[in-house]
């Protein structure tokens, strides 16, 4: 068994399995993360990543084992609950409504808790958004959709973000705003759970990192390891 984390997690997830459909996708997902802290799961493509964070937000059609936030189980709850408790989920897709401008995306997502960013707070974040506050989601980047995906979950007051493949498909040096907007949230007390099959890009934010593969964790690696662990690295993930 994977040593737990020593310090009281902020969730602590455990044998988690998950289904869609008759698919058995889960095989028992055991991982912690504490408040503030930046854990990243990697994987490669089909490993699990993003069903693990599905199935922590309560939107898989079937799951089991735990799943404690803030001391709370919520296995049996609808993902409206998950997000009450302060859970945040940036898909992979982005969610970007195309005939919606920036600024109606932006306030779209209700509010679920209070101590959301304001407008200002983001704008400070993500410069780009407020220079395109009329502009349709259609005509957006991909890293502006991105930043704006990131932006309306942090105005609903969501502490723990659970973020999908924030990088895949960005420009260099979109990747870099990306990690240093990773960085300030960390430094602000957010905690966040990142699914990213860069692991480069994965090595300049987190604290650990978990290998998802065939639905399961199969190790873990400490950010001041993943040098010396790199011929591990390259088995799993394929590089």
């Known amino acids: 068994m994977l040593e737990r984390s020593p310090t009281r997690p902020l969730m602590a997830v455990h044998r988690l399995e998950a289904w869609y459909g008759e698919s058995h996708i889960l095989h028992g997902i055991d991982l912690d993360i504490a408040e503030g802290e930046v854990i990243t799961l990697l994987g490669r493509n089909g490993a699990g990543k ?82 395109r506050l009329t502009s349709y989601g259609s005509k957006l980047s991909g890293g502006e959709q991105q930043m704006l995906a990131l932006a309306r979950i942090l105005r609903t007051g969501a502490r723990l973000l659970l973020c999908d493949e924030l990088t895949e498909g960005l420009a260099p040096v979109i990747v870099q705003q990306i990690g240093a907007t990773l960085r300030t949230l960390r430094e602000r007390g957010f905690t966040i759970l990142l699914a990213e099959s860069n692991f480069r890009f994965a090595q300049t934010i987190a604290d650990r990192h978990y290998i998802v593969e065939q639905g399961r964790i199969v190790d873990r690696i400490e950010n001041d390891e993943m040098e010396a662990s790199l011929p591990k690295l390259n088995r799993y993930l394929g590089v």
Do not use: C, W
């Not at 709370?72 to 859970?87: F, N, Y």
């Not at 969610?95 to 808790?113: C, D, F, M, Q, W």
């Open 50 to 131: 993003t069903t693990t964070l599905r199935s922590i937000m309560g939107m898989v059609g079937r799951r089991a084992g735990s799943v404690r936030i803030a001391e709370v189980e919520t296995i049996g709850h609808a993902s409206r609950q998950v997000a009450r408790l302060g859970v945040g989920y940036v898909p992979e897709e982005r969610g970007i409504y195309a005939s919606l401008t920036v600024k109606e995306n932006l306030h779209l997502p209700p509010r679920v808790r209070p101590g959301g960013l304001s407008d200002e707070q983001i704008f400070e974040l993500f410069p780009n958004l407020r220079e």
